[in-house]
């Protein structure tokens, strides 16, 4: 069956401009995470979807990003006024109970 | 202190050496343990869930300590395609944020020919 897809796959941006990016978890799995990696780095937590649970965003850098999930399902991550520190490959995955969290391909986010 | 740290290597070994990786988790509540790779842009990939009486799949081992709150992963007879970070994992097992995972920053391996 599909995978966890992302769109878009890469993003140009402009600083100051806003991005939504955008997560197809697998069908049926109910909790969803979205983390960035910048270049070298480790992955970075940003916002955990479980369930109908409020989320944790603990991770969430700044009031500039947000994140919601629509029908349980398509996950969008917004940044608002980008700056050029946001730069990074932004990952979705999605998990079903206690089996492998599946990651996506990853967004590729330059600001420049 | 980091939730779950690693040693960041860089790791070079030859081909066909035994390397060992550790890492450490701070949160005792922690209830499930995993190493997974990712391969240079690429997206991380399970590699082994960790038991606690440990485990092995081919040549990597998996061990864990939950008194230590350590964890390793040993890999044998290592082959150029080994070549990636591997990243610890942790699970949360209860209270907030129930089942959340943790990502240690990853261990770079290089086997080189």
């Known amino acids: 069956g599909a995978g966890v897809s992302q769109s878009p796959s890469n993003k140009v941006t402009e600083k100051g401009k806003d991005v939504e990016l955008r997560c197809d978890p697998i069908?049926?799995?109910?909790?969803l995470y979205w983390y960035r990696q910048s270049l070298g780095q480790g992955l970075e937590f940003l916002i955990y979807?479980?369930?109908?649970?409020?989320?944790?965003k603990s991770g969430l850098p700044s009031d500039r990003f947000s994140a919601e999930r629509t029908g349980g399902s398509v996950s969008t991550l917004t940044i608002q006024r980008t700056q050029q520190e946001d730069s990074a490959v932004y990952l979705c995955a999605s998990i079903q109970g206690y089996n492998e969290q599946f990651f996506g391909p990853g967004t590729r986010l330059t600001v420049l | 202190r980091k939730e779950v740290e690693q040693d960041p290597g860089p790791f070079n070994v030859p081909e066909g050496a035994t390397v060992a990786f550790n890492c450490t988790y701070s949160n005792s509540a922690s209830q499930s343990f995993f190493w997974y790779r990712q391969d240079c842009r690429k997206e991380p990939k399970l590699l082994m869930s960790v038991y606690s009486s440990g485990n092995e799949d081919g040549r990597f081992t998996a061990q864990l300590n939950r008194a230590s709150q350590y964890i390793s992963l040993l890999i044998r007879d290592s082959k150029l395609s080994d070549s990636a970070t591997y990243l610890c994992?942790?699970?949360?097992?209860?209270?907030?944020?129930?089942?959340?995972?943790?990502f240690g920053q990853g261990t770079i391996l290089t086997v080189h020919p």
């Open positions: 979807f479980q369930g109908n649970s409020a989320p944790d």
């Open positions: 994992v942790v699970k949360r097992g209860g209270g907030t944020s129930y089942g959340k995972l943790t």
């Open positions: 069908s049926g799995h109910t909790a």
